[in-house]
């Protein structure tokens, strides 16, 4: 737990005074997860390469992080500090705005070819659906489709509601941006998914639950706070 641990021991020197006593520090990590998130790492990342994992509760508690796959060749946080296109996880704003906007997930659009400022993207499947509701082309993460979103409401409504869900590195504005090709930190990312499910409230990561001396006083207990609404519930309710 040594990426975890890494990550949340910094922020004790904002939760309570500079102390020489012995400290108990409670945190919100979930061994059964973590073992399973560590499992999920070697078997699953090829050999030579380097793979993260974090699992956030909808409040916000950190629940499992792993940042590589072996601590001791590279200390290196990759879940919460390397940056790296998210693909199409990124639709999730795509669609937030549509959604926003005024747009029904059973509204119909077209999955046809496409052309934006000499762009034109592909699908994965290199075919066509036809006419399929919005809430199929974001299952199915059709890219013509999340394009036609993005020239509609523009691609900078895209980035702002990226941003509002925490996104903080710089999200492009060229037409591609909506197939998730600007680089984030997977902490964010995660971040944004738990906000929605937290019915559009937004969430912080954070990995302290309490802090107690040896003989028992306590020195901090988390408060968990109303986030700020980043969405009207109805929207995070179609988003899910």
Do not use: C
Not at 10 to 17: E, G, K, S, V, Y
Not at 67 to 73: A, K, L, M, P, S
Not at 116 to 134: C, E, F, K, M, Y
Request: aromatic residues 8%; neutral net charge; proline residues 5%.
């Amino acid at each position: 737990v040594r990426y975890f641990t890494d990550w949340a021991l910094p922020q004790l020197d904002t939760l309570i005074d500079e102390t020489s006593d012995p400290i108990d520090v409670w945190t919100t990590l979930d061994p059964k997860m973590q073992r399973a998130a560590d499992r999920a790492i070697d078997a699953n990342t090829p050999k030579g390469a380097q793979g993260a994992p974090v699992a956030l509760d909808r409040d916000g508690a950190v629940r499992a992080m792993v940042g590589g796959r072996d601590y001791v060749d590279s200390i290196y946080n990759r879940a919460t500090q390397a940056e790296r296109q998210p693909g199409s996880a990124f639709k999730l704003f795509v669609y937030l705005a549509a959604l926003e906007s005024g747009m029904k997930p059973t509204d119909v659009i077209v999955d046809e070819p496409v052309t934006i400022d000499g762009w034109t993207p592909r699908n994965a499947t290199r075919s066509h659906q036809g006419p399929v509701t919005l809430r199929e082309a974001f299952a199915r993460s059709i890219n013509t489709i999340s394009a036609k979103i993005g020239a509609q409401l523009g691609f900078s409504t895209i980035a702002d509601m990226a941003r509002r869900f925490g996104i903080s590195g710089r999200i492009s504005i060229y037409p591609s941006m909506v197939l998730g090709t600007s680089d984030v930190r997977l902490i964010d990312m995660t971040r944004a998914f738990a906000s929605v499910g937290n019915g559009g409230q937004g969430v912080v990561p954070y990995a302290i639950r309490r802090v107690v001396t040896a003989d028992g006083r306590q020195l901090y207990s988390h408060d968990r706070n109303e986030g700020r609404v980043l969405v009207a519930p109805w929207v995070a309710a179609e988003m899910t």
